[in-house]
């Protein structure tokens, strides 16, 4: 975009130029004015049919729609005139006479693009005579996570654009004509491609509903925190939503770098596991046969009293789950070991890509920080290092779930430091088990495929005594006069970006909510 | 489907001069009398002349927009780049309008001629036919001549013996009555769903399978013939009033007159004399009360308005309405304009594509409101409620449809207030009425 020449344009009395070829819509952003829309979606082609968007063009005879508009040298855009409210006015109460309006009981209610414009500027009244009918069609499940509400579609195609030209997989159509139209799906099929459930978020109205969310919470309840899918290698950013501090819903969060504006049904689901109930809660460390709760401060004591009177080999078993700073600060408090780090990390064969979206995917890489333990130095090699347990004198577990692994096996090692979110069964063989917080209880980083590193943003409070494994390691590191402690995520990636060559020059600040790619073999930069 | 009448003495017969005459169908019939001369003369000249010709003529859009053909053709890309197409828009089917079916039905190759004419102007390789699917009876016409043409060599690699290539396909339509919205046609010939397109770009930039395309209305195409035999200067010459209407124009009428049926006038024929003399007048006993002039999506004239309209694209302005496709339909004292408008309403309703928001409802919303006033339930205020849900129609749509709708209720109302009146006030009985779109 940056060779095409500007145009100078005023929108709303605010003056600014913007690549040729940009539309209206998209430059009224940028001048801070959002004009109404429905059918207009920055990730779909343009269908410019709800009129949502008519707005006065000085000197056009008719109102046009900013969504398929583009600028044009002097234009002056009136968004906020009379004609172009009156327009508005009348096409909202037009989409309201078969519209029920059963928003006490509607998911969509709260965040809903149809109950926010009429809130702003429809009428107060209908002028719809009561008696007459509104159209009706019962509610059909689409299959996958979709349910389909017809009676409060307002037939903005967002959804019939999306499987056309993102999934490129034609199955939803318009039906039938008039004020009888409705959203139809091919006889035959489901809508259980992978990426199906976007068309739900990409529903302004609560006409396609998430059957995993449904009836689970009002959206002004919900609280929303950036994170980072941890479904796949892809790094999807996406919203966590929490009630009551248990997250409730995935949904994805724009980043045209990663993912645009989707993410995949699988990385949806993923939310399950941030809730479970079988946590460790406060440390515990192993008094004869039995682990005994205790202290953060007796823990890193008798954690600390391993580390120093252990010498040799070591090796750290790492999730590719944890975060970036965990994994490095794991590693540097093993440094004057003989140090085997790997991870292991569910692969599964084939991919399930969004054809519309360049170089997105479900990857078969089922862990979100396989990258970002790669470029510190971790090998893909489990098997290799639990083969060298009984020649170590430490193992350092970060997060990793232990499937497969015996007590006994651990137990060959000299001592075993456990760090985790749940204690699985081989664990109990651990000298030292700290608790430690999942993704949507801490700050931290990912590494994507790409090598873009991602910051994610804590949802919820970590349960009990459970600590960040930024904050526990550098609490250890200090206890040994190692480094730390951290007051922060952004403390600890401070000391891995000064440390570790390949992340220099990047900071939290400069990560911000959208990431950065680390370039290959030369200092981090940041991509605009 | 009958003969046509014989020629009234007052009108100009060129198009229809041969409706009735089956000879005429067939290629040797068309070709004695005169037919295929203009395909020949016109494949001896450079596109660029023919075009030419055609604007000297001031020949317009038949269909209902009534633009320039020869300034049309003008705006497809002079250095051919992509292939280009012609698409023939026989899709016909605006209330009170048969004049294509005729056409089709006595003088196909007249129309294939006048394609492939205008092919030729616009440099396309192929011209698409695309007919409307309740036409059975011009489809097996046509089909029947389009198999004659490529047979006697008009049409394919060698057309005219001239070494140059034209094809013609026949696309049957599906009975969807936006189908004839040049953009929906072409979707439709895509094998997409008839949905009007946003515009810009424009079919001569941008048309049907993304090439640059020219979309002509079948009486419009009808007439290139005729111009390229007798000249521009005669075709303009054919004018009565404005020197931007010319040529002949073929009315279809309908409603309560005597004599129902296609007439062919000169523009600028007076629309009373029309009506009153050429067609019979209406039945014995009854006066005019008003009549469509264009189609049934242009504004009512009243008896008075109509009396002193002259039929071409001016004279109709003039009288606040549109020349449109030229569907007359008549209405006499007997007739119940709310009802009639009702009627007209619900036909938009039924046939908008539900793209547009205020086209999807408004059209339904106004059937449910004159269905109300009919049943003698409505109030003062539904009248207001019309004409705003009209302006709301109005101008803010991708295609005309909404427009189409709102047009009849607009001046029904302005025109014939006092019939709503009387079912609001009860001075008239309610009447029954289908109750759905």
């Not at chain 1, 796949?232 to 770098?257: F, K, M």
Request: hydrophobic content about 40%; aromatic content about 8%; some cysteine.
């Amino acid at each position: 975009m940056a060779d095409l020449p500007l145009i100078n344009l005023t929108i709303e009395g605010v003056s600014l130029s913007v690549p040729k070829g940009t539309l209206v819509i998209e430059a009224a952003k940028q001048a801070g004015v959002m004009i109404p829309h429905y059918c207009y979606h920055s990730g779909l082609p343009v269908a410019g049919v709800c009129r949502m968007c008519l707005v006065d063009i000085e000197k056009t005879p008719k109102l046009q729609i900013a969504c398929a508009t583009q600028v044009a040298e002097g234009m002056v855009v009136n968004v906020h005139g009379a004609q172009a409210r009156e327009a508005r006015k009348g096409v909202l109460e037009f989409l309201l006479i078969n519209h029920p309006l059963d928003c006490p009981i509607c998911d969509q209610a709260g965040e809903c693009e149809l109950q926010d414009y009429v809130f702003q500027e429809g009428r107060a009244r209908t002028r719809y005579t009561p008696t007459y009918a509104k159209r009706f069609n019962p509610v059909e499940d689409f299959g996958g996570d979709v349910l389909y509400v017809p009676n409060r579609c307002i037939l903005c195609t967002r959804c019939v654009r999306f499987m056309d030209h993102v999934a490129e997989e034609s199955i939803l159509n318009v039906s039938e004509r008039g004020d009888r139209a409705y959203i139809g799906i091919h006889p035959d099929r489901r809508l259980d491609h992978p990426w199906a459930g976007n068309v739900v978020d990409l529903c302004p109205v609560g006409s396609l509903l998430s059957k995993d969310f449904l009836h689970k919470a009002r959206a002004w309840e919900l609280d929303k925190t950036a994170s980072v899918c941890t479904g796949c290698s892809q790094g999807c950013n996406i919203h966590l939503d929490t009630r009551d501090n248990v997250v409730v819903r995935a949904r994805p969060r724009a980043n045209l770098e990663v993912n645009q504006y989707f993410m995949c049904d699988h990385g949806r689901m993923q939310y399950r596991w941030m809730n479970r109930g079988d946590r460790v809660e406060a440390p515990l460390v192993a008094q004869g046969d039995e682990l005994a709760a205790v202290s953060w401060d007796h823990a890193f004591a008798r954690a600390a009293q391993i580390l120093r009177g252990a010498s040799g080999r070591a090796v750290v078993l790492a999730s590719p789950r944890a975060a970036t700073e965990a994994l490095f600060l794991a590693k540097r408090l093993l440094a004057r070991f003989e140090l085997t780090a790997a991870f292991r990390v569910e692969r599964v064969s084939g991919e399930a890509p969004l054809a519309g979206v360049p170089n997105l995917a479900l990857r078969g890489e089922r862990a979100p920080n396989v990258m970002g333990a790669t470029l510190l130095g971790y090998a893909e090699q489990f098997e290799t290092a639990l083969q060298a347990l009984n020649r170590s004198a430490v193992v350092l577990v970060v997060d990793d779930p232990l499937d497969g692994v015996s007590a006994d096996q651990l137990r060959a090692a000299g001592h075993v430091i456990y760090l985790g979110t749940a204690l699985p069964d081989p664990a109990r063989a651990a000298h030292v088990v700290l608790p430690v917080a999942n993704v949507a209880e801490e700050d931290g980083t990912f590494v994507n495929r790409d090598q873009r590193v991602q910051r994610y943003f804590q949802a919820k409070p970590a349960p009990g005594m459970a600590r960040p494994a930024w904050w526990v390691l550098g609490e250890l590191l200090a206890e040994l006069e190692l480094g730390g402690p951290f007051g922060s995520a952004a403390e600890a990636f401070a000391w891995l970006a000064a440390e570790e060559p390949r992340f220099g020059g990047l900071s939290y600040e400069l990560l911000g909510t959208r990431g950065a790619v680390v370039p290959a073999g030369q200092p981090a930069g940041v991509s605009a | 489907m009958g003969y046509p009448h014989n020629p009234h003495p007052k009108e100009m017969v060129v198009l229809s001069q041969y409706f009735g005459d089956a000879e005429a169908r067939t290629y040797d019939g068309w070709v004695k009398r005169g037919g295929y001369q203009a395909l020949e003369k016109a494949l001896a000249m450079e596109p660029a002349q023919v075009i030419e010709m055609v604007k000297e003529s001031g020949l317009r859009g038949r269909g209902g927009a009534g633009f320039p053909a020869g300034v049309k053709w003008s705006f497809m890309p002079k250095e051919k780049k992509k292939p280009h197409y012609l698409c023939c828009n026989a899709d016909e089917s605006e209330p009170g309008t048969f004049k294509d079916r005729e056409i089709m039905r006595w003088t196909p190759h007249g129309l294939i001629e006048g394609c492939a004419i205008a092919q030729y102007a616009i440099q396309a390789e192929v011209t698409y036919l695309y007919i409307r699917g309740e036409f059975t009876e011009p489809l097996r016409i046509m089909e029947q001549a389009l198999a004659e043409a490529y047979q006697r060599g008009v049409l394919g690699s060698n057309a005219m013996g001239t070494g140059k290539r034209l094809d013609m396909y026949i696309h049957r339509g599906a009975g969807a009555y936006i189908c004839g919205e040049e953009t929906a046609l072409m979707n439709s010939i895509e094998g997409r769903r008839g949905n009007p397109r946003i515009r810009p770009p424009f079919p001569a930039a941008y048309g049907v399978f993304g090439m640059p395309t020219t979309v002509n209305n079948v009486e419009t195409l009808a007439s290139v013939p005729h111009i390229i035999n007798r000249g521009g200067a005669w075709y303009k010459s054919l004018s009565l009033s404005h020197p931007k209407s010319t040529g002949t124009k073929l009315f279809s009428v309908c409603g309560n007159v005597k004599r129902p049926g296609n007439y062919e006038v000169t523009m600028g024929f007076p629309l009373g004399e029309l009506i009153h003399e050429v067609c019979g007048g209406v039945p014995a006993g009854r006066t005019l009360k008003a009549c469509v002039p264009g189609g049934s999506s242009v504004p009512i004239l009243t008896r008075e308005e109509a009396e002193s309209c002259k039929l071409d694209y001016e004279g109709c302005v003039e009288k606040g309405t549109m020349l449109g496709s030229g569907g007359l339909i008549v209405f006499d004292d007997s007739a119940d304009m709310v009802y009639q408008i009702m009627r007209l309403a619900r036909f938009y309703a039924h046939e908008s594509c539900a793209q547009c928001t205020q086209c999807r409802e408004g059209t339904a919303w106004t059937v449910r409101i004159l269905q109300r006033i009919l049943a003698g339930q409505g109030e003062q205020k539904d009248l207001e409620l019309l004409l705003d849900l009209s302006e709301q129609m109005t101008g803010k749509t991708i295609c005309v449809l909404s427009d189409s709708c709102a047009a009849p209720v607009v001046s029904g109302i302005k025109k014939f207030r006092g019939e709503f009146d009387a079912y609001i006030n009860g001075t008239r009985r309610p009447r029954p009425v289908l109750v759905h779109a």
